[in-house]
């Protein structure tokens, strides 16, 4: 029998994956509310149902926290623990604030890369729910992780392209304040994407550490 890193009588695996669930549905809704053709509702909608999820995840995650006080010994390491429950707790919380800022400032299109940026930290997500559950069970990851790497990089690359655009010599030179304040806005909204993106990363790079810890 292989080892687990998460035995069942300390329920953290089942309190990351569930942490995990709220993050993907909140990450799903963002994605709706980033293509046009997906919305069921209005936006604000959309904002207000993130709110309750993160406010579930967020009581999920003082359960970590609690189950860790009263713990003795642990599975991982504590910092382990910690890392994964925060960095998850932080991601869900940047998806609430993109979420507010994307409804406050009302865009009239979506621009494309901000849809594949967002598409893409929703797959990052996914694949990370995946490694959480081979985890449970020490099956192998790499697949996994060297996907959310590619995510990543493609990520990397879309914001190059979605910055570029904002910030194209003829838009800035116009002098049309419409148009300086379309890019406060986006640069604003990628801003938020992008941290959410580099959280995923972090959240898959602790994963990884933690492999490497107990090959």
Known sequence: MGFSLFPKEVKFFDLFMEQNRKLLKAATLLDEIFHP????????????????????????????TTELASTFITPLDREDIHQI????????????????RF??????????????????????????????????????????????????NECEMLLMIGLSELFDAKVCNTGDPSATFHLIKWNHIYSRIELAVERAERLSDVLEGILLKYA
Do not use: H, W
């Open 37 to 64: 053709e997906l919305r069921q509702v209005d936006i604000e909608t959309y904002c207000s149902r993130i709110n309750i999820i993160e406010s579930q995840a967020n009581e999920i995650s003082r359960r970590i």
């Open 85 to 100: 429950n925060i960095t998850q707790e932080v991601l869900i919380n940047i998806i609430k604030t993109t979420a507010a």
């Open 103 to 152: 409804d406050i400032f009302e865009f009239d299109e979506v621009l494309y890369p901000s849809r594949r940026l967002v598409r893409s930290l929703k797959l990052m997500i996914e694949q990370v729910g995946k490694i959480l559950e081979k985890l449970s069970l020490d099956k192998k990851v790499g697949k996994y992780i060297e996907a959310i790497k590619a995510l990543r």
